[in-house]
């Protein structure tokens, strides 16, 4: 198959605003096959406010035309790259605010999931009707959305699966003896010197244990730790250290262990 240039401007006709008083809808076509990029500009021809401005039938010719046009909206065929999901970041990566719309040959739910959560603002069968198509390339340019029934029911249920294994996991999470001691002193307000100078520690080994406790909770700061915690009576039973209370005895038994080194493994 001989190679389209990427410098040829499909439509010579001037980029104005629409007969319709909207805004002209700027799009690249990126597809292997010269006959379905042929049928795309016969249907975006009739159209008043939809202009093909370049086209591309390799990956290396697409990433070319998104750098060379202006263009609101991408359709990038699926089968252009030998991994869709990477294209589409790459594509992003270089114009964050390029549109991109999918052309996939058959349903595939995984490939769809991964091309949403990549960036893709639409994606579309190789089967769908010209009308359809045309609906879906200026919902897109808004900045809307477009998945077909089938589509939306996988991302809706990817995403109540996903909630109900965070919030199971996460309620089920389980702080040592340690650990819930420094978090007791977070969720009363004291700072990690305090905390540090309250168990017998150094201000870097309390930082160490937040960041464990961060990362086993899911939680991204105090604030939420805090609240994480209130919420869901994780503290409930561990008795909180005194904020007036004076540093720990050396020649005593402490109350609460002094922590002495940073954790390196995952507590039993």
Known sequence: MASIPVNVQEDARPIRESEAGGRLVRVIVADTQAIFRAGLRKIFAV?????????????????????????DVLILEAALAAN?????????RQNPALRLVVVTTAPDEELTLELFRRGAHAIVSREIEPELFVDCLRKVAQGEPWLDSRGIQWVLEAYRTQSSRAASSRSKVQL??????????????????????????TEQVVKNYLRKVYDKLGVADRLELALFCLNNRVLDGVIKVPVAA??????????VAPLTAEPSQKPS
């Open 176 to 201: 040592t003896p340690k650990e819930s001691v420094i978090v007791s002193c977070v969720t009363q307000g004291m700072k990690n010197k305090e905390i540090a100078q309250r168990v017998g520690t």
């Open 47 to 71: 159209e008043d406010d939809v202009r093909v401005v370049g086209q591309a039938e390799t990956l290396e010719q697409t990433l070319s035309a998104a750098r060379k046009f202006s263009a």
């Open 246 to 255: 004076p540093s720990l005895p050396t020649n005593g038994a402490a109350e």
């Open 84 to 92: 869709p999901a990477e294209a589409v970041s790459d594509l992003l």
